[in-house]
């Protein structure tokens, strides 16, 4: 199981923005250190309530993370104060998804000075976002937000459409050819007009329902031609 956890937010709007992006992603656990949750979290918890109704409140930090196998602290600022405590300061969040194992605590530091050093000797590694040199420090909801998005890669999937095969494809090129004819297309260049069709169309990859409906349209023209003709 992967818990958030918040030390020391001073901001009450950022503890519910990340309450938000956890339900986004999946995530219900959030433990408060230190942290004061208001209205004005709830206001932009929006529809993730229940997580700050659930939040646990520790004042021991060192004390609760000592029966978790695995503590990541985040930082945004790349300095020699980390790595006094990491062997490898910083891996990024792809990596860290690849060594999640059993009860994990991620922590997200202060708004304004991150993680204190004391924080940091509790962690087993240090996450950071790549971020711009120019400006590298995020807002913590957003780091949060990208984090917590690489490690719930995976856990939802879209509904994957149907992509059409070969045969749908010429058929919908048939269609085209029969709206080529009716339109007095050059004879000579329908040929080469189908394989630049078929091309096209595959490198498209057409859903079946995007074909059915590229085909419907053809039709509708093709008999409305076919009704001036009378």
């Given amino acids: 199981m992967i818990e958030v956890v918040l030390v020391e937010l001073k901001i009450p709007e950022n503890i519910g923005f990340i309450a938000r992006v956890m339900k986004n992603f999946g995530f219900e656990k959030l433990v408060l250190y230190n942290c004061n949750?208001?209205?004005e979290s709830y206001i932009t918890a929006a529809h993730a309530k229940d997580v700050l109704d659930k939040a646990v409140k520790v004042e021991n930090l060192k004390e609760y993370l000592e029966e978790k196998n695995l503590v990541v602290g985040t930082t945004g600022v790349r300095?020699?104060?980390v790595e006094r405590y990491i062997r490898r300061p910083y891996y990024t969040p792809e990596e860290l998804r690849e060594m999640i194992k059993g009860e994990t605590a991620i922590l997200f530091g202060r708004e304004d000075y991150g993680l204190y050093d004391e924080e940091l000797k509790l962690c087993n590694v240090i996450v950071s976002v790549p971020t711009s040199e120019e400006y590298p420090v995020m807002n913590v909801s957003h780091a949060a937000a990208v984090i917590l998005y690489e490690l719930s890669k995976g856990k939802f999937e879209f509904e994957k459409e149907e992509i059409a095969t070969q045969k749908d494809v010429d058929r919908l090129v048939e269609y085209f050819e029969k709206l080529m004819k009716s339109i007095w297309f050059p004879e000579h260049r329908i040929g080469r007009m189908k394989v630049v069709l078929?091309?096209?169309f595959g490198r498209a990859a057409l859903t079946k329902y995007e074909v059915d409906a590229i085909s419907g349209i053809i039709r509708?023209?093709?008999?409305y031609l076919e009704e001036l003709k009378k």
Avoid: E, Q, Y
């Fill in 198 to 200: 078929k091309r096209a």
């Fill in 220 to 223: 509708k023209t093709l008999l």
């Fill in 37 to 39: 949750v208001s209205k």
């Fill in 79 to 81: 300095s020699r104060r």
